[in-house]
Structure formats: structure tokens, C-alpha cells
């Protein structure tokens, strides 16, 4: 197995995560935040599937300059609305991956745009899941404090 399929194994690995959290929420819920400066829980969970449409500009080095996202003006309907929403900017995303070499991972650099900082590919990608999995993280606590059931994400 290549890096880039340990990665990608890696994604998919924390988004079935990520999406078994979000089926635990119920609908009457999704509004919920814990105080009025966080995100409610379903924007936690759009905000984690918007993610794949900005990482797969920054990986292919595009421009975030004048960044407009698909989801603008967009409402909340469901979990599965936003699931299916996000699909096709996921895949791309996943495939953009995938094109990468052990070369690119290794010597590419990908200037993150929230701090201009400039990162190896490879690395940058890793912290991707990482970001995906704090929010789980974030989610597992609202579940939590709201009194529900958590589910069972270590299989």
C-alpha cells in the first residue's frame, strides 16, 4: 500500500466516523450549541464537509483569494441532504489525493491560507484528518452535554 492509499484509508476511516457521530444527532438538535459564540452541531458537521471543497484548492495550489463556497446561502435541511451535497466535492477531493506522488507528498508545499504558513503536502494532509477528528472530538462533547447516547465510534 502507498502513502497516498494509507491516507486516503486514513479519510475515509475518520469520515465513517464522523458520519456514525452525526447519525446519533437527532434532528431536534441540530440547532443546539453550548453558548451563543460556538457552532450549532449541524453547522460543526457542514463545516467539516465544506472543508473538502477549500482543502482541494489549497492542495492544488489554487487561489483562496476571492474563496466563494457552494454551500453559501445554502440552508439546513437534514444530515442526509448534507451528505449528499457534499459527495461530489468529496470525491474530487479523494481523487485530487490520490494523483499525488510519494514524491509530491514528500516535496510539495501547500501554503495554508489561515496563517500563510507553508507546509509538505504529505504533512498538510495528515493534518486534514486531524482537523476532521478534532471536530469529532467536538461533536462526541456536544452529544454529551445535550444528554443523548453516544455512538460507538471504536470499533
Known sequence: MTTTELIILNFAEIRRKSIKLWEGLPERFYHWKPDENAMSAIE????VLEAD???NIIINQGSMTNYQTPWEKRPFVSLADELEFAEPYRKQFLESVRQFSEKDLEEKKVIHPGNGERKMLGKYLLRIGYHES???GQF?????AMGMDRPDIWD
Open 44 to 47: 460543526i458537521i457542514r463545516h
Open 53 to 55: 471543497y477549500g482543502w
Open 134 to 136: 478534532v471536530h469529532a
Open 140 to 144: 462526541l462533547s456536544y452529544l454529551r
